[in-house]
């Protein structure tokens, strides 16, 4: 059964450094997204992408966040300048197959960031 | 905007018992849909359950039905027959079709042998 991946599983950095997490969603899919949580508090919206672009951005989402789809395949998260606040989990979905409409989001596994 | 509301933040119940956690919502939205994620402790977010909102018939898979109330703004999960498996963090979810999911603080369910 095809699935989200996402690399790292856990990544470490210091406080100033710029991370990028990265995501390979369903290869049918048109709509990507990020979503983080913060240790033992609910999964909060980030992002969605659809057609090259940004679709919708929650006020989490500021100046430091940025994402990409490099590539057919690879979508990423980079956050510029690393606070201690960013510590989380990071997960990645995706949804809608071509045609179909897009309200089924897969999630991956996540990738834990912890900023020291 | 919308809200999504676990009250439960814990249940606990035995093997086989049945349990439904409970969530209820609010939204000026009239086409929706409703999911509930289950987070086991490896922490991905598996999608057990998803209700459209303008089906009138609840949703079930397997052991695992909705109790969907559009005029109550309420939607409760019902695990039939639970087993250890189903320990775990369940999340209520809205979502508006293409939009970033609105999720609920969670339910921490508990299945003891």
């Known amino acids: 059964e095809p699935e989200v991946t996402q690399t790292p599983s856990h990544q470490v950095t210091q406080m100033g450094q710029e991370v990028i997490l990265r995501c390979v969603p369903i290869?049918?899919?048109?709509?990507f997204y990020w979503y983080r949580q913060i240790l033992g508090q609910k999964v909060e919206f980030l992002v969605s992408?659809?057609?090259?672009?940004?679709?919708?951005k929650s006020e989490i989402f500021d100046d430091q966040f940025s994402v990409e789809r490099p590539d057919g395949s690879n979508f990423t998260l980079k956050i510029r300048s690393t606070k201690l606040e960013d510590s989380a989990m990071y997960f990645c979905?995706?949804?809608?197959?071509?045609?179909?409409?897009?309200?089924?989001?897969?999630f991956g596994p996540g990738t834990r960031l912890t900023v020291t | 905007a919308q809200t999504v509301t676990q009250s439960q933040p814990e249940m606990s119940v035995q093997e086989a018992e049945t349990v439904t956690l409970s969530c209820t919502y609010d939204?000026?939205?009239?086409?929706?849909?409703l999911f509930w994620y289950k987070q086991p402790p490896s922490r991905q977010m598996i999608l057990v359950i998803r209700?459209?909102?303008?089906?009138?018939q609840n949703a079930t898979e397997n052991r695992f039905s909705v109790n969907f109330q559009k005029a109550a703004k309420s939607f409760s999960l019902k695990i039939s027959d639970s087993q250890l498996g189903d320990t775990a963090m369940y999340f209520c979810?809205?979502?508006?079709?293409?939009?970033?999911?609105?999720f609920g603080k969670g339910t921490h369910l508990i299945i003891q042998p």
């Open positions: 992408f659809y057609n090259n672009e940004i679709s919708e």
């Open positions: 209700q459209e909102a303008y089906k009138q």
């Open positions: 939204t000026s939205e009239s086409n929706y849909y």
């Open positions: 290869s049918n899919h048109l709509y």
């Open positions: 979905a995706s949804s809608g197959p071509q045609g179909a409409v897009p309200h089924e989001q897969y």
């Open positions: 979810a809205f979502g508006g079709g293409a939009d970033g999911l609105t």
